[in-house]
């Protein structure tokens, strides 16, 4: 496999072409941001932990029936993916209240829901990103009616499995976004990462969060918070 042009760089990964029409290969900085690209900084080995532990539940997934991205790590930081055009909606399931939905509907975080939720927000970054609804993204054209149900049920199995495989080893999953993507015959498969960067991670028993909101909130010990979510998946 040969790795070709460098096709685009995003916040957390940049994207090469191969010279296999089909395959991409992704590449993890160390790069972080938030709130939109306002705030910058590193995460000193942050990349080295997300292709792991991206890699590594995707291929937990596609065992429980989820398709993926996912072909070969490649090294540390670059992994073989299937080449997709995504699906313009990032998906955020919720067990717990956090982040943007204590402040959109003005209740503390920590509240524990009786069934998951499940929102999209239109993945454009000059928009910021906005909350849209089933029928927006119809009327939008960004997916049709038969990929976001695909979609929807994808999304609530990753959750299902997510929520008892973390709950097995001292992590309570608050919520995450998923990206999807269709391979060139339609196919409607799992992409981009799964990583506490897109996830929000609290230790069961002390609550201590072990995600991308350290970041964010200037908790610090962010590489350490990265650090024990590899240890406690991966063991190392
Ligand atoms: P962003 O674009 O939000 O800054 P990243 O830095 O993570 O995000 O860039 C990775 C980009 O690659 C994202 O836009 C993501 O949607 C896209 N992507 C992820 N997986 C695939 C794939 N298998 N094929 C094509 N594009 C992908
Ligand atoms: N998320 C993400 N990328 C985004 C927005 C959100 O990975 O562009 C993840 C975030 O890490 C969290 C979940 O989606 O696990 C829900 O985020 P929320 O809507 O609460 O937004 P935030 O608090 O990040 O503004």
Known sequence: MKKLEQLYEGKAKKVFATDDPE?????????????NGEKRGTIVGKGVINNKVTNF???KLEKEGVPTHFVEQ?????????????????VIIRNISAGSFSKRYGVEEGIVFDQPTIEFSYKNDDLGDPLIN????????LATAEEIETIKKYAF???????????ENGIDLVDFKLE??????????????ISPDTCRFWDSKTHEKLDKDR???????????????????MGE
């Open 23 to 35: 395959l991409f290969i992704v590449d993890y900085k160390d790069d972080a941001t938030a709130f």
């Open 215 to 233: 970041f964010r909130r200037d908790l610090g010990h962010v590489e350490d918070a990265y650090q024990e979510i590899l240890r406690r998946l």
């Open 134 to 141: 089933d029928y927006h993204a119809l009327a939008l054209k």
């Open 180 to 193: 999807f993507g269709r391979l060139s015959d339609g196919t409607i498969v799992l992409a981009d990462e």
């Open 74 to 90: 490649l090294s540390d930081r670059e992994t073989l993916v299937k080449k997709v055009s995504i699906v313009p909606l990032e």
């Open 57 to 59: 539940l995707m291929q």
């Open 157 to 167: 199995k990753v959750n299902e499995f997510l929520k008892a495989f973390m709950k």
